[in-house]
């Protein structure tokens, strides 16, 4: 199939609320040296592209300002310096912006295969995640197996990945989720224990788990009102990795004494920043160590609804609704 001139994106209109995502016409990105230009098939909804359309997490220098961070689909051609990939791969690929497209350009090392049996659909739903909780669960928070973990937003597309990672390396986990029907969820997912958010102290309920001794590692994304309870939660030599703020990131009167006596490390990252080597880094590990994992049927995406690329506002309403269970994705071909 010759590559068109032109391709179809969503574009958005100026920051606020979804209804700025529209379709739009433009060119098909040529591939940089070091990159491969994909024609999606599929791209994954995240929360990072939502606080992008609003305003508040702009691309970096030199990235597409298309949303997407995430794709799956056929390599269609390649700059001068990829050597292992071919055209007509199929590849899903942490993007540094663009997936919401038909056409994406993505750092060759930033690629992987599609698991044995998968579709665009469920591949599409393996990057971001995948990278996220390796690089902050396993390579910053040093899980180990037979440790103990406690990961907030059990039923995000993070957590239900968090849950089966931690699970297939011989890790406990806990989670929270703001439902029983979510906290079923998670039990269902490979979590020893879920916890109600909305009805139950995290920090005590993890207390009485871990019969007082705490988790070795806490991921959290919600920041500000959980930060005394997290730290509280975690046992000697424990590690408290942060990866968002979705309540805020300022604390006030927070003791830190805690943190010296239990020799505890607060830490965190973001993925959008890192270089193409770090990120390639990553992907290595990912192939290696949880590929095959995905290629026996371990470790699956949860899809919990999927979306044509001309209702990437739906997409997104749904997502700020905080009713889904795994991810959200576009069918783009």
Known sequence: MPIPQTMTYVQANGAGEPEVLGLATGPVPVPKPDEVLIRVQAAGVNRPDVAQRQGSYPPPPGASPILGLEVAGEV??????????????????????????????????????WPKG??????????????????????????????????HGGTSGIGVTAIQFAHEFGARIFATAGSDDKCAACLKLGADAAINYRTQDFAAEVKTLTEGRGVNVVLDMVGGPYMTRNVRSLGMDGRLVIIAFLQGSKVQDFDFMQVMLRRLTITGSTMRPRTTAQKGAIAAELREK??????????????????????????????????????IILSVA
């Open 76 to 113: 269609v051609a390649m700059g001068e310096q990829v050597t292992q990939w071919s055209v007509g791969d199929r590849v899903c690929a942490l993007t540094n912006g663009g997936g919401y497209a038909e056409y994406c350009t993505a750092p060759a090392t930033q690629c992987l295969p």
């Open 118 to 151: 998968y579709d665009a659909i469920r591949a599409g739903a393996l990057p971001e995640t995948s990278f996220t909780v390796w690089a902050n669960l396993f390579q910053i928070g040093r899980l180990a197996k037979g440790e103990t973990a406690l990961v």
């Open 290 to 327: 949880v590929w095959p994992a995905l290629d026996a049927g371990r470790c699956a995406p949860v899809i919990h609804a999927t979306f044509p690329l001309a209702q990437a506002a739906e997409a997104h309403r749904l997502m700020e609704s905080s009713q889904h269970i795994g991810k």
